[in-house]
């Protein structure tokens, strides 16, 4: 049987954890980064450490790639694992779209919304599986990542109602690498889910650069998440016929606490990290999405849209990225 090729797109930190994660598997791996990436990269072994366990892949193990222009070698792929941030999808699938071959995709994105990106870019042919990750890292060299946070497996399924064969033939493979995986039927509430936990703790930590565990502890912060969460549960309730909790207050003392403490509390919200360094956020895919939930059911969703409106306040300021913070991707 011939052996299984993922092409992995993104040489962040989850990129790199996943394409160490499926040549530990045994899997053919691609790793896609652009070109100016490609030197600090090539050649080098990959190292993982954390919680996770530690692991070495050499240079061999994989292939590095350029994003750009992607080989017939990858355009075959069994499945292309996107870790990109949501609002680059559409540029990163163009090479694939210009060659109209593209493999079935997974995507690791947070929110909502990047399911439908890549389903207008590859057109309805090509599967689209979508995931919820609940796995926190931090990419320390340009091919080295150590795992900070791990609350649950990798969660993946169809949203768009893609057949998910695919899908289960690579999970099966992942079996065997180091990085838990597995299939879920109720991908939308898992992501849902997850969104609503996103919401709260990425924006608030990002702006006050305090750690999950203390977000939690200080009880402004907290009972900010705690307005938060009462907006999104009473969108859920509209939009999905979806509570996963009675109140934001319920959410935050008896769902969110249990996932912060003890596996999460010392974590930093990769939105911090992604100011700190002068990038775009996924705002408009984690608290852009529950506004647009809630005006669609004529609902308010004025903390959602402060705290947004102060996101990318701080995107736009160049002083924002100097402030000395330590952070943490969590994704």
Known sequence: MAKISIAV??????????????????????????????????????AVTGLLGDHLVSAGAYTVCDADAPPDEVLGCNMLVMTTKAYDLDKALRPFVEKARCPPILQLQNGMGAGEIARRAVGPNVAVYSSAMMIGMARQTPTSVVVTAQSSPILCGSLL??????????????????VPMAHDPSIRKTISFKLLFNSCMNPTGALTGQTYGELLDNPDSREFNVGLADETLAAYAQAFDYRPADSGQHYVEEVHSKIIFPRAQDHRSSMLQDLQAGRKTEIDFLNGAIILLADDAGLPSVRHESITQLIKACEASKAFSHQGHSSLEAR
């Open 9 to 46: 797109f993104g040489g962040g930190s989850v990129g790199l954890c996943l394409a160490a994660h499926f040549a530990k598997a045994g899997a053919r791996v691609f790793l896609l980064v652009r070109q100016t990436s490609i030197e600090a990269i090539l050649g080098k072994p990959i």
């Open 161 to 178: 109602g893609d057949t998910e064969k695919p899908l289960r033939d690579v999970l099966r493979v992942a079996e065997q690498g180091f």
